[in-house]
């Protein structure tokens, strides 16, 4: 009876250790001949169910994991078709032709330049895609020429645009952080940008970023009412703006990039 209490004494702690999660097989120990009845046949019932138990684990394992992966490539996916959306929006202005991408690619570029971490490069990348996609709400207007000052209307549609574009992003919650950089990519470090007049402090580095790049791209391509400056004297507009319309680090990281790119090139 003594023996028979050490082998029930054994068996509950084995159980016990299940119970609290470790499934090593030391209750196999009780299932030699050795172990008396009943606490053998229990010991065995306690086995195969560990067994069972075990392989349900490692099943759901597998099944977190291939949901994070679909969970992954449904981001990129619906990511892939918002930019497909940003392009076709550029073939409404053929000012603007590589305009998106062009600015995606300065930008994080530049994001390297100030040594941000890879996560925050690829949100400056993605942000740049994705910058303007706010002129998706707005009329053709805003593509045509107006001579040399835009009407109210169109003015006020281009300011507008930055806004629309958080608004029509903000329904896909995982692009939470593109769309704050998105909604703050006009704003300017003194303060007098749009469409919030956002305070230097406020404004997300990336948005600082990607405003510099986005303005140097602009000025050297032709536009309706200008054409292409040339890179050394877009890059003097970026540093007489600097601490004014644009953040002076961000214009002296791009001078940076710029620089090496004109190396690269000779
Ligand atoms: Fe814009």
Redo the contacts with the bound molecule.
Sequence with gaps: MQHDNAGLQQLLEKIARVAAGDYSNDIMALTTEATPEPIRSIAEAMGLMMVKVEAREFRLEQLVDELRELNERIKQNTLQTVAAMAQALEARDSYTRGHAERVAALAAEIAEEMGLDQERVELVRTAGVL??I??IGCSDRIFQDHGPKNPPDVVKEILS??RV?AEILSRLEFLDQVTAVIVA??ERVDGKGYPHKLPFEQIPLEARIISVA?GFDAMTTDRPYQKARTWEVALGILHSGAGAQWDGDCVAACAQVLARKQAAAV
């Design positions: 910058h303007d706010g002129k645009h930055p574009g990519h006009h986005d």
